[in-house]
């Protein structure tokens, strides 16, 4: 009995969290949790196999093409990759993706919105951070818009959450934005995270958002 312990505890892979833990941290049941390690081992052995989501094996989850580069898909891994060490552990990766959970409070999703956005860490959302992000997020989508098109989304925005018209926008500003405009965060809950199944979520935030 003790050679069976000794093994399980072998094949547990780095930064291993029991699903009863993460459940109580996260919006997630203990069910919904080891579904998610099942999703996580696909991920993690997708392309380098040590049992941790590289970027490579992130960004082929959400777009079947490792080499595919966005300034998207490399800022939510940014966020995901909480301890900065250039992989996304087991707890990681379900405390990250809680968020999405439609019974997430409102209040993490937007401060996860607000953090997308703020490119640079700033604690601002500057004009230019704001179009890098919806050009990259148009490039994710394979949808393409004139420059002028681009301009008028980011002009929008800025018009209604910049209140003291300083040129940016802060998290206090940004929180009022989503509550004048509760589809900004539309994209920030994926239902099927209730019923988790085994296919990666897309979080693919349509440019409508910032309509």
Not at 54 to 60: A, C, G, L, S, T
Not at 98 to 118: G, Q, R
Not at 132 to 151: H, Q
Request: proline share 4%.
């Amino acid at each position: 009995m003790g050679c069976a312990s000794s093994k399980q505890v072998q094949r547990r892979p780095p930064g291993y969290e029991e699903p009863a833990v993460l459940a109580a941290q996260t919006a997630f049941t203990v069910n919904e949790v080891e579904a998610l390690r099942e999703l996580y081992n696909k991920m993690s052995h997708s392309i380098i196999k040590d049992g941790l989501i590289h970027k490579e094996e992130f960004q082929f989850a959400l777009f079947r093409n490792s080499r595919k580069v966005n300034l998207f898909a490399d800022r939510v891994f940014d966020l995901f990759d909480l301890k900065r060490d250039g992989v996304i552990e087991f707890g990681e990766f379900v405390r990250s993706l809680s968020v999405f959970h439609p019974k997430a409070p409102k209040s993490e999703k937007t401060a996860f919105a607000f953090k997308l956005y703020d490119l640079r860490g700033t604690g601002y959302i500057e004009k230019e951070e704001l179009r890098e992000m919806v050009l990259a997020l148009l490039d994710e989508s394979d949808l393409r818009l004139s420059e002028s098109a681009v301009e008028a989304i980011v002009d929008n925005t800025f018009s209604q959450a910049d209140s003291n018209g300083d040129g940016r926008i802060d998290l206090e500003e940004w929180e009022e934005f989503v509550k004048a405009n509760p589809a900004s965060l539309r994209n920030m809950s994926l239902p099927y995270l209730q019923d988790i199944t085994m296919a990666f979520p897309s979080f693919v935030v349509h440019s409508e958002a910032l309509d």
